[in-house]
Nanobody
Framework: QVQLVESGGDLVQPGGSLRLSCAAS????????IGWFRQAPGKEREGVSC????????HYLDSVKGRFTISRDNAKNTVYLQMNSLKPEDTAVYYC?????????????????????WGQGTQVTVSS
């Protein structure tokens, strides 16, 4: 059974840092493009970052550029989202998603419709 599990969400003060993890079970993440998305209360889900299967294609939402870093460790079957200089507007449930295929080898997208598999999400709250 293909399963993605996010972890690392927490309550953090503005300016703080968190590292989110997206772990796969039942399959190898190595052949998948991975996206991170978030959804705040009353707002639509938005793409935050993504990384291709080969790790060479990476994209970020403009508002997180320079603060968030996506990385993958295929040996640990995990993708990470390092989030620094967190702001209250980063508060949301964060989801990871996976897409397999030849496109995913060299490409990724911060568009939700691209992805077939989704995790259940982890809550990130940035507040003083």
């Amino acid at each position: 059974q293909v399963q993605l599990v996010e972890s690392g969400g927490d309550l953090v003060q503005p300016g703080g840092s968190l590292r989110l993890s997206c772990a796969a079970s039942g399959f190898s993440l190595a052949g998948y493009a991975i996206g991170w998305f978030r959804q705040a209360p009353g707002k639509e889900r938005e793409g935050v970052s993504c990384v291709s299967s080969n790790g060479y294609s990476i994209h970020y939402l403009d508002s997180v550029k320079g603060r968030f870093t996506i990385s993958r460790d295929n040996a640990k079957n995990t993708v990470y989202l390092q989030m620094n200089s967190l702001k209250p507007e980063d508060t949301a449930v964060y989801y990871c998603a996976a897409q397999f295929g030849s496109w995913a080898l060299r490409n990724c997208a911060v568009t939700a419709t691209v992805y077939d598999y989704w995790g259940q999400g982890t809550q990130v709250t940035v507040s003083s």
